[in-house]
């Protein structure tokens, strides 16, 4: 499926199947303020086949995947988040073993709404299964709101600048010019005796 839209392209074509059973467990705990602790963890048995290529580039950044990755096991895995929904950092990680085959990569940048986050999804599997999912989020917009902050007192003091400069040049203009007509009188003056 390939799309575009405000400015991002986006392509992606594969298959995903999967058939299991998992119990999951999730708590969060608010440490101050908008700042909290989001943990979950689960373990399930599942059979599964994924195979795909996709991405996208845009005003909101860029993010690719490619992979295939087929078999049956028993997983479990954990994640934590900290920080508000604005800023914040994550690490998944899942475990696997069982008859399974395959790699799949993804990763990328991309800001929306003013959040820039930067993530990458690693899995694995030779007999063995393992998954990584880091990723962080920060929000941008305080540094753009102070760099509106200090633009605007500075391109106000520059217009005040050059209105000063611009009244002086014009005030030095008319003493030169009211120099030169009193020179004119005096040297006009000057003769006739």
Do not use: W
């Not at 914040?88 to 959040?115: F, L, M, R």
């Not at 694995?124 to 920060?138: C, D, F, K, R």
């Amino acid at each position: 499926m390939a799309k575009a839209q405000k400015g991002n392209a986006s392509a992606n074509v594969g298959a995903h199947a999967e058939v299991g059973a998992y119990s999951k467990v999730e708590n969060e705990t608010k440490v101050a303020g908008p700042v909290k602790v989001k943990s979950e963890a689960h373990a399930g048995t599942k059979v599964y086949s994924d195979v795909g290529v996709g991405g996208s580039i845009g005003t909101n950044g860029a993010e690719g995947h490619a992979g295939a990755i087929a078999g049956s096991c028993a997983e479990v895995g954990a994640s934590t988040t900290i920080g508000s929904d604005r800023n914040n950092a994550s690490i998944g990680a899942k475990v696997s073993v069982g008859p399974q085959i395959g790699a799949k990569v993804g990763g990328g940048a991309t800001v929306e709404d003013g959040k820039l986050t930067v993530g990458a999804d690693v899995k694995l599997a030779l007999g063995v299964g393992i998954t990584l999912q880091p990723s962080i989020t920060v929000d941008t917009r305080p540094v753009a709101n102070a760099a509106k902050a200090v633009a605007k007192p500075v391109a106000a003091a520059v217009t005040h600048t050059a209105t000063a400069v611009n009244n002086t040049a014009k005030k030095a203009g008319s003493a030169v010019k009211n120099v030169d007509e009193k020179s004119k009188i005096l040297v006009t003056h000057g003769t006739q005796d």
